[in-house]
């Protein structure tokens, strides 16, 4: 397509899930507890909820401070997405905007599907059932143009052996190119807990990238629910401090050392915290990584370089100085449609009017950097 003379790969576009998503691909002995839809077919906004298990998802959304903090993201609902709203963000409408944006390649994540997991101490043959039945539904979505529309499969951390079982089969028989994980903690466990291992050595064995990406809320533990009636802080603060927590524990926790070929994404969180995060992180274990149960072999900025990518918001200009500090090899770019706060359907062209990055760094970016990220 050749956008302004550069190929695009969109490292982290979004879907809308349909309203009986669950109920048409669910396990029939899990549809009594799938998850439930409640609102208007036709809305994307977050008055819409689902109900799991007897709770309401987004999280605390049905509480008075949560439901007033949120009011301000129905105004951002505009024309912009119209059409594909009337035609319930289906795979064509999905295209579409590909097209209207000059996007060759989409890998695709999740917006609500991550929502109805978000919760501690899930059953975890439900949480297996609920992100298999999206992974599925995932698939036929993207099978309207497999060579543009590619898988990113959301993985039941509540049970780390049927996640290491939905990572093989999405890779093997779905051709996903990621396994999604949320940025948060689930059942209070860090990302570097032994528990984890059996699913680091199965994505590097399938040649598959670790992808965190968070949520604004969960019924878990979750920077977010510091800030429940104020939205802004709250989705300030969630997706780039919980990601720099992410970074910070599979690098000191050992689990790059361990598993030298996996990659690793920490998407939706910008990336201009990455030279002082990664510096920090230098020092802490210059001073006291002797005594770190992890021996680490390498600094964290080399790990981070040889394994690790974040993501550039279209209007980051302020990325241009993680460039001038750590080069770039590790950053992809992210639209984030059809979520409210995206600059579709001007996404690419405000990132590409930058001068801050030169024309080598924007091609990188755009395409090279997401090809290695996800093996495309």
Same mark, same amino acid.
């Given at each position: 397509m050749a956008k302004g003379g550069f190929k695009v790969a969109d490292s982290d576009m979004h879907v809308m899930e349909p309203h009986d998503l669950w109920q048409r691909y669910i396990a029939p002995e899990f549809r009594g507890r799938a998850p439930v839809f409640e609102g208007d077919p036709l809305s994307q906004g977050f008055a819409n909820r689902w109900r799991v298990e007897g709770r309401v998802f987004p999280a605390h959304s049905e509480t008075k401070a949560r439901t007033e903090s949120l009011a301000g993201r129905h105004d951002l609902i505009t024309d912009r997405f119209a059409e594909a709203r009337a035609r319930r963000f289906d795979a064509p409408s999905q295209l579409e905007a590909l097209e209207v944006e000059g996007i060759d390649v989409?890998?695709?994540?999740?917006?609500?599907?991550?929502?109805?997991?978000?919760?501690?101490?899930?059953?975890?043959?439900?949480?297996?059932?609920?992100?298999?039945?999206?992974?599925?539904?995932?698939?036929?979505?993207?099978?309207?143009?497999?060579?543009?529309?590619?898988?990113?499969?959301?993985? %039941?951390?509540?049970?780390?052996?049927?996640?290491?079982?939905?990572?093989?089969?999405?890779?093997?028989?779905?051709?996903?190119?990621?396994?999604?994980?949320?940025?948060?903690?689930?059942?209070?466990? %860090?990302?570097?807990? /032994?528990?984890?291992?059996?699913?680091?050595?199965?994505?590097?064995?399938?040649?598959? /990238?670790?992808?965190?990406?968070?949520?604004?809320?969960?019924?878990?533990?979750?920077?977010?629910?510091?800030?429940?009636?104020?939205?802004?802080?709250?989705?300030?603060?969630?997706?780039?401090?919980?990601?720099?927590?992410?970074?910070?524990?599979?690098?000191?926790?050992?689990?790059?050392?361990?598993?030298?070929?996996?990659?690793?994404?920490?998407?939706?969180?910008?990336?201009?915290?990455?030279? $002082?995060?990664? $510096?920090?992180?230098?020092?802490?274990?210059?001073?006291?990584? /002797? $005594?770190?149960?992890?021996?680490?072999?390498?600094? /964290?900025?080399?790990?981070?370089?040889?394994?690790?990518?974040?993501?550039?918001?279209?209007?980051?200009?302020?990325?241009?100085?993680?460039?001038?500090?750590?080069g770039d090899d590790n950053l992809v770019l992210s639209t984030d449609y059809p979520h409210h706060d995206s600059s579709y359907p001007h996404a690419l062209d405000i990132f590409l009017d930058m001068d801050e990055f030169s024309r080598e760094s924007k091609r990188k970016i755009l395409w090279d950097n997401c090809v290695r990220l996800y093996n495309l």
């Amino acid at each position: 397509m050749a956008k302004g003379g550069f190929k695009v790969a969109d490292s982290d576009m979004h879907v809308m899930e349909p309203h009986d998503l669950w109920q048409r691909y669910i396990a029939p002995e899990f549809r009594g507890r799938a998850p439930v839809f409640e609102g208007d077919p036709l809305s994307q906004g977050f008055a819409n909820r689902w109900r799991v298990e007897g709770r309401v998802f987004p999280a605390h959304s049905e509480t008075k401070a949560r439901t007033e903090s949120l009011a301000g993201r129905h105004d951002l609902i505009t024309d912009r997405f119209a059409e594909a709203r009337a035609r319930r963000f289906d795979a064509p409408s999905q295209l579409e905007a590909l097209e209207v944006e000059g996007i060759d390649v989409a890998v695709l994540f999740r917006t609500f599907g991550a929502h109805v997991i978000a919760l501690d101490g899930m059953d975890g043959d439900l949480a297996a059932a609920i992100c298999r039945a999206f992974n599925d539904w995932l698939a036929d979505f993207c099978a309207a143009d497999p060579s543009r529309l590619r898988v990113a499969a959301q993985m %039941p951390m509540q049970d780390v052996d049927k996640a290491v079982s939905e990572a093989r089969r999405v890779v093997k028989d779905l051709g996903a190119a990621a396994l999604v994980l949320p940025s948060n903690p689930v059942n209070r466990r %860090p990302w570097y807990d /032994p528990y984890y291992e059996g699913l680091w050595a199965e994505a590097e064995a399938l040649n598959v /990238p670790i992808c965190f990406h968070g949520i604004h809320g969960a019924y878990q533990q979750h920077i977010g629910n510091r800030f429940l009636d104020s939205f802004v802080v709250a989705h300030a603060a969630t997706h780039p401090m919980e990601l720099m927590m992410d970074l910070a524990g599979m690098i000191c926790g050992g689990v790059l050392e361990r598993h030298p070929n996996l990659r690793v994404g920490f998407l939706e969180g910008n990336c201009s915290w990455l030279p $002082w995060w990664l $510096w920090r992180l230098d020092e802490e274990c210059e001073k006291f990584g /002797p $005594w770190e149960s992890a021996k680490l072999s390498c600094r /964290p900025t080399d790990y981070f370089k040889r394994q690790g990518f974040a993501s550039v918001d279209v209007d980051e200009g302020l990325a241009s100085h993680t460039v001038d500090i750590l080069g770039d090899d590790n950053l992809v770019l992210s639209t984030d449609y059809p979520h409210h706060d995206s600059s579709y359907p001007h996404a690419l062209d405000i990132f590409l009017d930058m001068d801050e990055f030169s024309r080598e760094s924007k091609r990188k970016i755009l395409w090279d950097n997401c090809v290695r990220l996800y093996n495309l």
